[in-house]
């Protein structure tokens, strides 16, 4: 079972929140639910890309290991990063969830995936396949920076990030 699977039911942010205080950030955005799953953790996989789907789609083609994939898409509104092949491969290997700073697709195939999919909104153009972004690089959403490995905690009240896993 993914590492992400088996701590996610055990953390809400609400709880990690109070746990770690001023050492974990929250992220500022309103973001919105599309996959089957609402609530995951996972330590953070990052990629900055914009309008561009190619570094998405080959790092979902790997083992997620409970991970989670951030993409700071720069939050376009032009293309959506994600649709439904692409999360059908995120829930196959075992990625925890993805946090898209962008749009996504495909919502009613999203929905049924069983893998936790948060992003601003959606869009029904597809992305350019150019080969374009950065993979574990250093990304700032809402201005909280979050890097490679920091943990990831999301539910409904919304995502946070930590260096370190609290023990609730």
């Known amino acids: 079972m993914p590492l992400g699977k088996i701590v996610a039911p055990a953390l809400a942010t609400a709880d990690v929140c109070d746990a770690l205080g001023k050492k974990v950030a929250v992220l500022p955005v309103d973001f919105q639910d599309f996959g089957g799953v609402s609530d995951f953790a996972g ?3 990052t990629l900055q890309t914009l309008d561009d789907n190619t570094k ?3 790092l979902l083609e790997t083992e997620g290991e409970g991970r989670v994939l951030i993409v700071d898409g720069g939050a376009s509104d032009r293309a959506a990063l994600v649709g439904g092949n692409l999360a059908a491969l995120a829930a196959g290997n075992g990625w925890a969830g993805l946090v ?3 749009r996504v697709r495909d919502r ?3 929905s049924v995936e069983d893998v936790g999919i948060k992003a601003l909104g959606s869009c029904p153009r597809k992305s350019e396949k150019l080969g374009r972004g950065d993979v574990n690089v250093e990304i700032a959403i809402g201005g909280v920076t979050i890097h490679p490995g920091d943990w990831i905690i999301a539910d409904a009240d919304g995502v946070v990030v930590s260096k370190e896993l609290p023990s609730l």
Do not use: D, M, S, W
């Open 43 to 45: 330590p953070a996989v």
């Open 108 to 110: 009613h195939e999203l």
């Open 56 to 58: 998405v789609r080959a």
């Open 100 to 102: 898209v700073y962008g």
